[in-house]
């Protein structure tokens, strides 16, 4: 799976109408000469069970799942923009319409933060306008930032994702405890505070009531096991949690809390109360596979 995002103008209602994408190969320029540009090219990188965020107006209105790979196409009769040759690329999608819409502005200081420079393009400018791109290419990490303010359509979106790639709940498993997993509920959330003896590894909060089960790899671009599985979470007090969750902090192979300073200065650390030196102690492989991940993610360098 691979992210996208979209921005969409007039043909937002064509979108919603037909359930596809498109866009030219090449206009032809004053001077007669073919051009392209990088938000086109990012088309023909679409493949079944990507998952494209569409966005319109500062908000993400529609979410689709590409149900096959991009291919060429001619130009739709509705699009009329006379530069714009006949070729192009189309992407057959399903459509989640989100309503009401999500508003950019929840997830944009984090995504600029950490991963806007992983967008190819650059998702945002420094200014924070959007970036005037047809198709960005979004890492994954990123991707997985913005489900995770879709709130049950997330889910949606993920079993979508599934089908197109022919994905399978594992034996022994339900999609209502799958589900349970996304928000930190369930048995997902009493595994990992066993797990843990219902205590904050970091902190030593022992307080269950005020810990949240986080996912390690996050639970979007975790697969059937791995989203159950308590060796892929923490038990975290409130303010780690959101920070471990948003990518701000990860962990070393040796527990050690690694901090983005780019992201967070020390005033902002010392009013989270992130103590120098913290550490988790005790780590299995399996938790430092899951912990490679969310670095890599994140962008941490090891």
Same mark, same amino acid.
């Given at each position: 799976? =691979?992210?996208?995002?979209?921005?969409?103008?007039?043909?937002?209602?064509?979108?919603?109408?037909?359930?596809? $994408?498109?866009?030219?190969?090449?206009? @032809?320029? *004053?001077?007669?000469?073919?051009?392209?540009?990088?938000?086109?090219?990012? @088309?023909?990188?679409?493949?079944?069970?990507?998952?494209?965020?569409?966005?319109?107006?500062?908000?993400?209105?529609?979410?689709?799942?590409?149900?096959?790979? !991009?291919?060429?196409? *001619?130009?739709?009769?509705?699009?009329?923009?006379?530069?714009?040759?006949?070729?192009?690329?189309?992407?057959?999608?399903? $459509?989640?319409?989100?309503?009401?819409?999500?508003?950019?502005?929840?997830? *944009?200081?984090?995504?600029?933060?950490?991963?806007?420079?992983?967008?190819?393009?650059?998702?945002?400018?420094?200014?924070?306008?959007?970036?005037?791109?047809?198709?960005?290419?979004?890492?994954?990490? !990123?991707?997985?930032?913005?489900?995770?303010?879709?709130?049950?359509?997330?889910?949606?979106?993920?079993?979508?994702?599934?089908?197109?790639?022919?994905?399978?709940?594992?034996?022994?498993?339900?999609?209502?405890? @799958?589900?349970?997993?996304?928000?930190?509920?369930?048995?997902?959330?009493?595994?990992?505070? !066993?797990?843990?003896?219902? !205590?904050?590894? &970091?902190?030593?909060?022992?307080?269950?009531?005020?810990?949240?089960?986080?996912?390690? &790899?996050?639970?979007?671009?975790?697969?059937?096991?791995? *989203?159950?599985?308590?060796?892929?979470?923490?038990?975290?007090?409130?303010?780690?949690?959101?920070?471990?969750?948003?990518?701000?902090?990860?962990?070393?192979?040796?527990?050690?809390?690694?901090?983005?300073?780019?992201?967070?200065?020390?005033?902002?650390?010392?009013?989270?109360?992130?103590?120098?030196?913290?550490?988790?102690?005790?780590?299995? =492989?399996?938790?430092?596979?899951?912990?490679?991940?969310?670095?890599?993610?994140?962008?941490?360098?090891?």
């Amino acid at each position: 799976m =691979a992210f996208f995002w979209v921005n969409l103008g007039t043909s937002y209602q064509e979108v919603a109408a037909h359930n596809f $994408l498109w866009a030219p190969a090449y206009v @032809v320029g *004053k001077n007669g000469k073919k051009k392209t540009n990088a938000g086109w090219d990012s @088309v023909k990188e679409v493949k079944a069970g990507d998952v494209i965020f569409c966005h319109r107006r500062q908000n993400i209105i529609y979410v689709a799942v590409a149900r096959e790979t !991009a291919y060429p196409a *001619k130009r739709p009769q509705t699009r009329t923009f006379k530069p714009w040759n006949d070729e192009g690329f189309r992407i057959d999608v399903d $459509l989640t319409i989100l309503a009401p819409p999500v508003s950019v502005a929840g997830f *944009k200081p984090t995504l600029m933060a950490i991963h806007n420079q992983e967008c190819s393009p650059a998702l945002f400018t420094r200014t924070g306008d959007t970036a005037q791109q047809y198709m960005i290419r979004l890492p994954l990490g !990123a991707g997985a930032l913005i489900l995770s303010y879709l709130g049950d359509a997330e889910v949606k979106v993920c079993e979508q994702v599934s089908d197109r790639q022919s994905g399978r709940l594992t034996k022994g498993s339900t999609r209502e405890t @799958v589900a349970q997993a996304r928000v930190g509920q369930g048995q997902f959330r009493d595994d990992v505070l !066993a797990l843990w003896q219902y !205590a904050c590894p &970091v902190t030593g909060l022992s307080k269950p009531e005020l810990l949240t089960a986080s996912h390690i &790899v996050p639970w979007s671009l975790s697969n059937e096991t791995e *989203k159950i599985d308590p060796n892929n979470g923490f038990p975290l007090s409130p303010a780690l949690d959101k920070l471990f969750d948003r990518g701000y902090v990860s962990f070393d192979d040796q527990g050690l809390l690694l901090v983005k300073n780019s992201a967070l200065n020390a005033q902002d650390q010392q009013c989270l109360g992130i103590a120098p030196g913290s550490k988790i102690s005790g780590l299995n =492989a399996q938790q430092k596979a899951y912990l490679a991940r969310h670095r890599q993610l994140n962008h941490f360098l090891d």
